[in-house]
C-alpha cells in the first residue's frame, strides 16, 4: 500500500464523482444513512455510556459508506462494459450495496470495534480537557446529556468550553477518515491504520480543504433552494389550509437535509481511492 499525493483541485474533482454517484442510487444511499443515524440515535439515548456509543460505530458507518460507494461505482463501469458487450447484465445494484457492507461489517467487526474504542476513549479525553477552561461545567452537562441551565450557556467559559471540544475532535475525524478502509481493503492493523490516516490527510491537506470547501457550497446552495421552494409552498398554501403547507415546508427541508448528509457519504469512497493504491 502507498500514498498518492494528489494536486488540490482533486478536492472539487471527489465531489463531483461523489454526487454523480449518489444519483445512481439515491434512495439506496438515503436509506443506509436513515439506518445508521436511527441506530446512532437510539444507542445516543442511553445513560453515560449513550454520549459515547456512538463513537464506538464511527467506523462501522464510515466503512459501510465506503463499500457502498464503491459498489455503486463498481456498477457504474460494469454498465459501461455490459453496453460495450464486453460485459454480462448488471446485478440488483441497490440490494448489492447492502450486501456488501453487511458482509465487511461481518468480516472487519474486530477491528471496527479496536477503531471505535479507541475513538470513544478520545472523545472521553476531549470532554475531560474542557474542565481545565471551565472547571467542568461542560463535562457535567455532556455526562448528564441535559442541557445546563441558560445562564451558563450564555456564559463565556462554557462556550470556549464547547468550542474546544470541537476542535479537539476535528483530529479525529482525520485518523477516521481512512483508517476503517485501510484496515478493509490492505489488511493495515487498527493502530496503523489511524496513523497512515493522519498522514494522508496532512500530507494531501489542500486538496481535502478544497473538498470539505466544495461539500459547504454544496450543501448551503441545497439548503438554500429548499427554504425558498418551501417559503413558496407555504405562502401558497396559506391561501388555503395553512397548517398542511407548513408540514410540506418541514418535510421538504427535513427531506432536503437527509438528502445532503447522503450525498456527502457517497464520496468518501473516492477520496480513499485516488489517495492510496496497492503496492
Avoid at 118 to 131: D, E, G, K, M, P
Avoid at 146 to 153: D, H, I, T
Avoid at 250 to 274: E, I, K, Y
Wanted: overall charge positive; aromatic content about 12%; charged content about 10%.
Amino acid at each position: 500500500m502507498k500514498l498518492n499525493l494528489v494536486p488540490a483541485r482533486t478536492g472539487v474533482e471527489w465531489v463531483r464523482l461523489g454526487l454523480r454517484n449518489f444519483w445512481r442510487q439515491p434512495l439506496a444511499f438515503v436509506s443506509l444513512f436513515m439506518l445508521f443515524m436511527a441506530l446512532i440515535s437510539t444507542i445516543s439515548q442511553l445513560p453515560v455510556i449513550g454520549r459515547f456509543l456512538p463513537f464506538v460505530l464511527l467506523p462501522f458507518s464510515t466503512l459501510g459508506f465506503m463499500v457502498a460507494a464503491s459498489v455503486a461505482d463498481a456498477s457504474a463501469n460494469d454498465k459501461a462494459a455490459a453496453d460495450d458487450g464486453t460485459a454480462g447484465p448488471r446485478r440488483p445494484t441497490g440490494a448489492l450495496m447492502f450486501l456488501s457492507v453487511a458482509q465487511a461489517m461481518r468480516a472487519e467487526w474486530r477491528s471496527l470495534a479496536v477503531l471505535g474504542v479507541i475513538s470513544a476513549v478520545y472523545c472521553l479525553l476531549t470532554v475531560f480537557v474542557t474542565a481545565v477552561v471551565d472547571g467542568g461545567q461542560f463535562m457535567r452537562s455532556y455526562f448528564a446529556g441535559e442541557a445546563p441551565a441558560k445562564e451558563v450557556m450564555e456564559s463565556s467559559r462554557f462556550q470556549v468550553a464547547n468550542l474546544l471540544q470541537m476542535c479537539l475532535t476535528l483530529p479525529l475525524i482525520a485518523a477516521i477518515w481512512h483508517a476503517p478502509a485501510l484496515v478493509h481493503w490492505h489488511r493495515v492493523e487498527p493502530v496503523k491504520s489511524i496513523f497512515f490516516s493522519l498522514v494522508a490527510m496532512f500530507r494531501n491537506f489542500g486538496a481535502y480543504a478544497l473538498y470539505w470547501l466544495a461539500w459547504c457550497g454544496v450543501l448551503l446552495l441545497g439548503l438554500l433552494a429548499a427554504a425558498l421552494v418551501g417559503t413558496i409552498v407555504i405562502g401558497v398554501g396559506s391561501l388555503g389550509s395553512g397548517s398542511g403547507a407548513m408540514t410540506a415546508g418541514n418535510l421538504l427541508m427535513l427531506g432536503t437535509v437527509l438528502t445532503l448528509a447522503a450525498m456527502t457519504q457517497a464520496s468518501n469512497w473516492f477520496t480513499f481511492r485516488d489517495t492510496f493504491y496497492p503496492d
